[in-house]
C-alpha cells in the first residue's frame, strides 16, 4: 500500500482521549526496542514519524496514527528492558490492558518480534494475554536481514513453538532495512478490516 498522507493524531493515556469514529485500529505491541517505530515507519514510507530512540521505553503514552483516513496504527509502550519504576510500569500495562480489552475499533494487535531470538517470556505471556481476550494477532518477526535467509524458517519454528502459536495466526518475516515482508504485513492487516 501506498501511503500518502500519515498524521500522529494523539498521544492518549485514557479511553476518554481515544479518537472517535469506527475506523479500524491495528495496535502494535512487542518488547522496547524491539523495532516497533522502526516498522511503522517502514509501512508508511517514513523516515521519522514514529521516534525511534536509542533508549528503551521511550514510547509512553499510546500514539494513534490515521494512516490514508482509512485506519489508525496505535503504538503501545514497550514491555520489557525500560528503566521506570515498577510503579509506571503497572501503570502503562494498566493502559495497555484497558485499550486492548474494551476497544471495539481494535481489528488485530501486531505483537512484533525478533527472529534472532526466541520469544521473551513477556511475549509469551503478551501472546495469552491477546488469546485470552480472543484478540485477533498477527506475529511481525523482525530484524530478518540480520540473519542469513537460509534460516529464516528454523527462526521462524522457534518463534512458533516458543509462543505456542495457535493454528491461524499469520507470522511475517519483515526487515525495516530491506522492506522485505511490507506487502505481507499490508496484505495481513487489510484482510481484517475488509
Partial sequence: MKVNQVELVISAVRPEQYPEGDLPEFALAG??????????????????????????????????????????YVDVPGYGFAKVSKKEREAWGKMIETYITSRDQLK????????R??????????????KHYEIPCIIVATKADKIPKGKW??????????????EGDECVIFSSETGLGKDTAWDAIRARYK
Fill in 108 to 115: 488485530a494487535v501486531l505483537l512484533i518480534v525478533d527472529l
Fill in 117 to 130: 531470538h526466541p520469544p521473551t517470556n513477556d511475549d509469551v505471556m503478551m501472546y495469552g494475554f491477546l
Fill in 31 to 72: 518488547r522496547s526496542n524491539v523495532g516497533k517505530s522502526s516498522f511503522i515507519n517502514k509501512m508508511i514510507g517514513r523516515k521519522s514519524m514514529a521516534r525511534i530512540s536509542s533508549k528503551p521505553g521511550k514510547t509512553q503514552t499510546l500514539n494513534f496514527y490515521k494512516i490514508e483516513e482509512t485506519l489508525y
Fill in 153 to 166: 524458517q528454523k527462526h521462524l519454528k522457534i518463534t512458533r513453538d516458543t509462543l505456542k502459536m495457535e
